[in-house]
């Protein structure tokens, strides 16, 4: 079979309201489409040619050429469009140009909206868990909670789940990091209430086995940030002592491949803070915010030196944060200990070239909120669920940096009301899981698809029709 990639002529059937029958071969397929009533055009498909006299060969050029010009099996005065207006491949196969239609058409597209959810399986997941933690392998979701030493696999493609190992996976503990390094999923640090740890481990999906990490020279801590260079692990800030409560500013870099932990600089490093947020650029990281720590620095781990960055001017901790690929977006958060949490819906975009940001609207931003998920798409950051003085949320929106605006997110058929819940983008869907409510933890979850698609507005075309003589 004979196929083009690109085409700039359909021929299409047209059938009358007299029902002619235009091409009788089983090789040629259409599928019909009413056009303001009055008539049908049947787009013809080629599934394969066994007959020469039949068959039919598609042109990139401008036109399509027919293998049997006399066309046998269209018989005299059957009708076809051309959107080519002196179509000489037709002339020359024995049909009159009979005149012109002018067809107002509404192309489908993929639009701006607020997308759709869609169910997704629980069974042999997990147990109902809040404050867990996901990561994308690239084919599955990982999902893991350290407070119930509990996880599970699900494939979306699938939609199934496979239970994980539990065998020599870290202690039990939560407000720790996890992160995915291209082969293993990395949980480091945490806190079990009372003990603030320096161990962690690494889970291979392939084997499904846990491998301990070292913990010489490694930092004590909880409620730091992690982020995967490509090759370490770089720990930074967070709580290193319960009682009497302390937050640090000291960080290291973890190597999985030599199981070392290396210090890294305190110099001109931020203030000690916790809850902040660490993006990786691609050759430096960036920390922003937290408790008590109204700065932005960047770390290079190749000349382990701090660099002080413009901060957004804008006071935050618990707050969310993506990086585009060129730019850093934080969102979110609050500014405040008291109880319950106040969340903000106020955000920033950290442009590293220029060392300036910009301001992220209002208009159609979610309401103020914290321990809500984000992801990047690859063209949008989309915020979901999250609490804000006790109130909890299953709304969420799309920011798109390019326009510096926001769309809600579809309401239908979204999952419960929601806070510390786990997020991944697969590359064409977000996936939301557990988390939970005040009273509640949830082991259930919706797949999210940005893409609604609908038609774009009509636009007038004009097509020529063509009858055998």
């Known amino acids: 079979?004979?196929?083009?990639?690109?085409?700039?002529?359909?021929?299409?059937?047209?059938?009358?309201?007299?029902?002619?029958?235009?091409?009788?071969?089983?090789?040629?397929?259409?599928?019909?489409?009413?056009?303001?009533?009055?008539f049908k055009l049947d787009p013809i498909h080629i599934s394969e040619y066994n007959d020469a006299a039949y068959a039919m060969v598609l042109?990139?050029?401008?036109?399509?050429?027919?293998?049997?010009?006399?066309?046998?099996?269209?018989?005299?005065?059957?009708?076809?469009?051309?959107?080519?207006?002196?179509?000489?491949?037709?002339?020359?196969?024995?049909?009159?140009?009979?005149?012109?239609?002018?067809?107002?058409?509404?192309?489908?597209?993929?639009?701006?909206?607020?997308?759709?959810?869609?169910?997704?399986?629980?069974?042999?997941?997990?147990?109902?868990?809040?404050?867990?933690?996901?990561?994308?392998?690239?084919?599955?979701?990982?999902?893991?909670?350290?407070?119930?030493?509990?996880?599970?696999?699900?494939?979306?493609?699938?939609?199934?789940?496979?239970?994980?190992?539990?065998?020599?996976?870290p202690s039990q503990r939560t407000l720790n990091t996890v992160l995915w390094t291209g082969t293993e999923m990395i949980i480091w640090g945490g806190t079990d209430g009372g003990t603030v740890y320096n161990s962690g481990a690494r889970y291979n999906p392939t084997t499904d086995t846990w491998t301990a990490m070292s913990t010489v020279n490694a930092p004590t801590k909880y409620g730091h940030s992690a982020i995967w260079t490509g090759t370490e692990m770089i720990v930074w800030g967070g709580i290193n002592s319960i009682t009497p409560f302390s937050t640090t500013n000291i960080g290291a870099k973890y190597n999985p491949i030599t199981n070392t932990w290396t210090n890294i600089s305190q110099s001109n490093a931020p203030n000690p803070t916790t809850y902040h947020s660490g993006v990786w650029t691609g050759d430096a990281m960036i920390i922003h915010g937290g408790f008590n720590n109204n700065t932005t620095k960047k770390y290079n781990p190749i000349t382990d030196t701090w660099t002080t960055l413009t901060h957004s001017g804008v006071v935050r901790f618990l707050h969310s944060t993506i990086w585009t690929g060129n730019k850093m977006i934080v969102w979110g958060g609050t500014n405040s200990i008291n109880s319950p949490i106040?969340?903000?819906?106020?955000?920033?975009?950290?442009?590293?070239?220029?060392?300036t940001w910009t301001t992220t609207t209002l208009v159609n931003a979610p309401t103020p909120r914290v321990s809500n998920s984000a992801i990047w798409t690859g063209s949008e950051m989309i915020i979901w669920g999250g609490v804000h003085e006790d109130v909890v949320n299953n709304t969420g929106a799309r920011y798109n940096p390019a326009s510096n605006e926001w769309i809600a997110t579809s309401s239908t058929n979204s999952p419960s009301a929601r806070s510390s819940h786990s997020s991944i983008w697969t590359g064409s869907e977000q996936i939301i899981w557990g988390g939970g409510d005040n009273n509640t933890s949830f082991n259930d979850g919706k797949k999210y698809n940005p893409v609604s698609n609908g038609y774009l507005p009509a636009v007038n075309i004009s097509m020529y029709l063509y009858s055998k003589n």
């Open 1 to 38: 079979m004979y196929t083009s990639k690109k085409f700039k002529i359909h021929i299409l059937f047209l059938l009358t309201w007299q029902s002619v029958a235009l091409l009788s071969p089983s090789t040629l397929k259409g599928q019909s489409v009413e056009i303001l009533g009055k």
């Open 59 to 169: 042109d990139t050029a401008n036109a399509i050429a027919f293998k049997s010009l006399q066309l046998i099996g269209v018989p005299s005065t059957g009708i076809l469009l051309s959107e080519v207006e002196n179509n000489s491949f037709l002339l020359n196969a024995g049909f009159t140009k009979k005149g012109r239609f002018t067809i107002p058409f509404e192309q489908e597209a993929s639009l701006l909206g607020p997308g759709s959810f869609s169910d997704m399986t629980g069974t042999n997941g997990p147990p109902p868990m809040a404050g867990i933690y996901s990561v994308w392998t690239g084919t599955e979701m990982i999902t893991w909670d350290c407070d119930q030493n509990a996880g599970g696999r699900y494939n979306p493609e699938l939609d199934q789940w496979e239970p994980i190992s539990a065998i020599a996976s």
């Open 342 to 355: 106040v969340g903000i819906n106020t955000g920033g975009i950290y442009n590293p070239t220029s060392n």
